[in-house]
């Protein structure tokens, strides 16, 4: 098995590969055989199962960006990522991101261009606004959210403030970097930024939560800690029950899917599954009904559908 040059990125260069007597046609073979992966010219990564699925999508792109970033020429100034490739370095969950080209912006009024792996977008960038993480020069976590908030929907500005404001970023540094210039998209981007939450935990949530509000939904509580005897168990969502001893309504984004991925050391899918029904039961003995979804619900833009009926039976909504 060969052993590969790798950088502290875990990414594996042509030049340093070449140096270790690994040529050219060695890492075009390891490609053909999923040896390797391609990241961008000259620069590979070894393959892994854990490059399968969102998560590994998204690690795989995040390699990419980076392998982008610091390929440049000896002596030229790269510039800096930003989109949805600077959100990948600063670790921001987004919704149906952009991954097909590496992004970056040029910090200029003009010169913007679309190659067939690379985005450079044509913008004048503040000193304030580009950064470094782990050394890799990047736009901002407030500009990055900005300028992805700006290029999508509703939900998808939505769940980029949402994860920002999670990572600390600034909400008045957004406020005002909307405020002073004209972006396409700047409508939806306005909307969401005041109300984005810290609290929504997961892309899931965020989209969960821009449906309520587009269905005109009353505003959930998020991440409630309710008591239940000496136990406490929290909620993605809830609403508390009018005066009249009508049931409140919780709701739970993910459904059966937790079951794997949040079960506890040494605990099966089966034990999970038990606890989480015990845990349901102990809720609905404080007077709430428990409504559950999953990613298929939000595909289908079925929240709001979902929990209309319960949130009219606990008496929130009219009929």
């Known amino acids: 098995m060969t052993a590969y040059p790798k950088d502290r990125f875990g990414i594996i260069r042509r030049e340093a590969a070449l140096a270790r007597d690994i040529g050219d046609d060695h890492l075009a073979a390891a490609v053909r055989k999923n040896d390797l992966r391609r990241l961008t010219r000259g620069a590979f990564v070894e393959n892994s199962d854990s490059f399968t699925g969102p998560a590994g999508a998204a690690e795989l792109y995040r390699l990419r960006s980076i392998a982008t970033a610091t390929s440049g020429l000896v002596g030229e100034i790269p510039h800096p990522l930003s989109h949805e490739s600077s959100a990948a370095v ?19 009024r003009s010169g913007g261009s679309m190659r067939a792996q690379r985005h450079i977008h044509a913008a004048l960038l503040r000193p304030d606004e580009v950064t470094e993480v782990d050394g890799i020069r990047v736009t901002s976590l407030e500009r990055t959210a900005v ?23 600034d909400d008045e540094l957004m406020t005002n970097i909307l405020g002073t210039r004209r972006r396409r998209g700047i409508n939806a981007a306005r909307r969401a930024l005041p109300l984005s939450d810290a609290l929504s935990e997961s892309v899931g949530e965020s989209w969960s939560r821009a449906q309520m509000i587009d269905a005109g939904l009353p505003t959930p509580r998020l991440q409630h800690t309710f ?44 034990d999970a599954v038990v606890r989480e029904k015990i845990r349901e039961d102990e809720l609905r003995a404080l007077g709430f009904v428990v409504v559950r979804w999953i ?16 949130l009219v039976r606990g008496g929130l909504i009219a009929a």
């Open 147 to 169: 300028d992805i908030a700006c290029g999508g929907d509703f939900a998808q500005a939505l769940t980029v403030f949402d994860g920002a404001k999670r990572l600390g970023a």
């Open 90 to 108: 600063h670790e921001l969950p987004l919704l149906k991101p952009d991954r097909e080209r590496v992004h970056v912006t040029n910090g200029k």
């Open 295 to 310: 990613w298929a619900v939000l595909e289908q833009h079925g929240v709001a559908t979902l929990l209309r009926p319960w």
């Open 227 to 270: 008591q239940c005897g000496r136990k406490e168990h929290r909620a993605d969502f809830d609403w508390e029950a009018s005066a009249d001893g009508s049931q409140g309504v919780i709701g739970e984004f993910d459904g059966l899917e937790k079951y794997s991925r949040f079960r506890r050391p040494g605990e099966t899918v089966a």
